[in-house]
């Protein structure tokens, strides 16, 4: 059995999740906007699950659109206004392409990844209607002010009302990575719009949710029967929706307890890495990081040589996101935190989860030191 | 146990679709995106099923896009091109609801719900981009002409070039009731886009295809980090995909014995309704019908009170398709065929499947002819 330390590339499904969906496969089939009893039974607790989401994060289950995942989500978001976008140089792929689309402004992060909210303010125009702000990057796991952002926004809000602007301001936050991990509350991280996405919580693919405030008007990519409100359509996803409500469900009340335990298990592996390679660097904030998580630069060593060394050696990591990774191209990330190329190409995303254990921690850690340690006397040879 | 004759609006999923789908839930969760071998040997089992789909249509793995269902698939469909859409006054919302977002003309159908080709090329303008044609419509049946619209937008596809036209002309068209009981080959069916439904094959509920020849450029509805050449993005969803796969592949193997199975139960049904009400009326083509479809009318009764009623009885049945089924309103489809209100109020959609045997018909027609005639000695009284 592998070590796999690449949770935030994907989670297992957790069997208490598979076991709520099941019965949704088999025997409770139906239709959901059928009219025998059967299928409102089913309707029924397709809404419940809705109705516990949304509970989750402090909403209403009005204000929830279930997706095919976070990047429908994402796109959903960015397609419901129309004028200026600010994000950040340092959002997901999604984000990105979806920003591209409209006339947009990347900000900038300084070199833990996080980025000033000042600066979001500066960026903000007359005929900006979207902000978008990562919850917590996906490659260095940098958390970030998200409060603090939201308070400015309100500010700019106002000073615009005062002024007769009444372009809507929203801010949305791909929160994708933070679930388990954070507070999902949407009041309390003042967001007007979250994205979430089941496959990061132990959940399944391809289910996803926006959270949209009453005060946001969204505007549907995909029309058609008139489901979810008439904002997404389609036969719902009840086995994947149900899935969703448990995961979240379950991350939720072990959160505190494993945010904890991971960040011991992260603390102790970096110890043992940063000790035993003096020269390694470790990214994101010091502070404000994702517990699970942990970015390590090999100066001068080739993270994709790395990788398959660890896997001959059982243990599972990523080099930079699971997106980017797959084209073989530099990432955005590293780049926009300053990293020099030497560095940034012999990085490795390490993140742990729920099966994480300290034997797993043991074994990677070993696995790591010695492959690091081989790849460095071949290069020096 | 219930008697269900409703698999027009959902299946149950296969035991060896679920089966199928199983690992991929548990031990091979992985991104198939992730660089280490377990994850390539999940991208491969993805790209296999993909392969395996695409060669029961008759089509090329690279001309399939995973969605998340036939109305995601038909939106992307339609959201490709710019310009003028001719489709039919009996689509299935989703495609009328994608049409209504450009200039577009309805086509009529006759009292069979059959369209004319040349009402289809009549209505082809110089600036017309698609024709989209249900391969079968979801309430009463009817198998459209599509070899023959094919023909004739082959030739004022001709016509267009030899005037210098350049405007692209492409048939799309929604198969998701077809599958299982109609020959689903591309090149046979004459079309440049599918639509498929894994949901309504026995297959997981949100997951659909859309086939595009190569000849087609797809423009994504939704962007991000590239999956699917680039035409849909957000992580793969693995089980769902390997379940079509499985779910197309036994639908195709048993298609024409089922389809002699399903059209005898179907015609014992029909049989036993019509000799028992003499006033009542069958809508669909008499011939080109889908093998498992009844669409039957019993004039002047309330078809909601006889679903309900058949349900005590373990009967359940339509009345209309499902998406318009939960709206209370008249169904479009029985509007455009010409039935009177008071006809086409009191109608029952009854759709046939794999579990569908002769005692179940023995019961369903029994059932169903206690309860109009209770209907009716009410209504009399």
Redesign the interface.
């Known amino acids: 059995m592998?070590v796999y330390l690449?949770h935030a590339?994907?989670?297992?499904?957790d069997?208490a999740v598979?076991a709520a969906m099941q019965p949704y496969?088999?025997?409770a089939?139906?239709?959901p906007?059928?009219?025998?009893?059967?299928?409102v039974a089913v309707r029924r607790d397709y809404e419940a699950a809705k109705g516990a989401i949304a509970s989750t994060i402090g909403a209403k289950s009005g204000e929830i659109t279930m997706?095919?995942?976070?990047?429908?989500s994402?796109?959903l978001a960015f397609a419901s206004g129309g004028g200026h976008i600010v994000t950040t140089v340092i959002e997901?792929?999604?984000?990105l392409?979806?920003a591209?689309?409209a006339d947009h402004t990347l900000v900038d992060v300084d070199k833990n990844g996080r980025v000033d909210p000042a600066n979001i303010g500066a960026a903000i125009r007359p005929d900006t209607w979207l902000v978008s702000v990562a919850l917590a990057n996906n490659e260095i796991g940098t958390i970030q002010p998200l409060g603090k952002i939201a308070e400015i926004i309100k500010q700019i809000r106002d000073e615009r009302l005062a002024a007769g602007n009444t372009t809507p301001l929203y801010l949305h936050s791909d929160a994708s990575q933070g679930a388990g991990q954070l507070d999902m509350h949407v009041t309390r991280l003042g967001v007007d719009m979250l994205t979430l996405n089941a496959?990061k919580v132990y959940g399944?693919?391809?289910v996803g949710l926006l959270y949209a405030a009453r005060t946001v008007r969204l505007s549907p990519?995909?029309?058609?029967?008139?489901q979810e409100s008439g904002l997404r359509?389609?036969?719902?996803?009840?086995?994947?929706v149900i899935g969703f409500a448990k995961a979240l469900q379950q991350a939720d009340e072990h959160r505190h307890s494993e945010v904890m335990r991971l960040s011991k298990l992260r603390d102790d592996l970096q110890k043992r890495l940063t000790d035993a390679f003096e020269d390694a660097v470790i990214s994101g904030h010091h502070k404000y990081r994702l517990a699970g998580h942990l970015h390590i630069s090999f100066p001068g060593l080739d993270a994709?040589r790395l990788?398959?060394g660890l896997?001959a050696r059982d243990v599972?990591v990523?080099?930079g996101s699971?997106?980017a990774?797959?084209?073989g191209t530099r990432s955005h990330v590293l780049d926009a935190i300053g990293l020099e190329p030497s560095v940034a190409d012999g990085s490795l995303r390490i993140s742990l989860g729920k099966a994480t254990n300290q034997a797993a921690i043991d074994l990677a850690s070993e696995a790591i030191i010695a492959e690091v340690q081989r790849e460095k006397e071949r290069l020096a040879r």
Chains 1, 2 share one sequence.
Do not use: M, W
């Open positions: 592998s690449d590339a994907a989670t297992p499904l069997p598979l496969f088999s025997e089939f139906y239709n906007s059928s009219p025998y009893a059967p299928a997706t095919a995942g976070a990047t429908e994402i796109n997901h792929q999604s984000v392409a979806a591209a689309r496959a399944p693919k391809q990519q995909i029309v058609g029967g008139g359509s389609g036969t719902e996803n009840v086995a994947g994709e990788i398959f896997e599972l990523a080099t699971a997106c990774a797959n084209k």
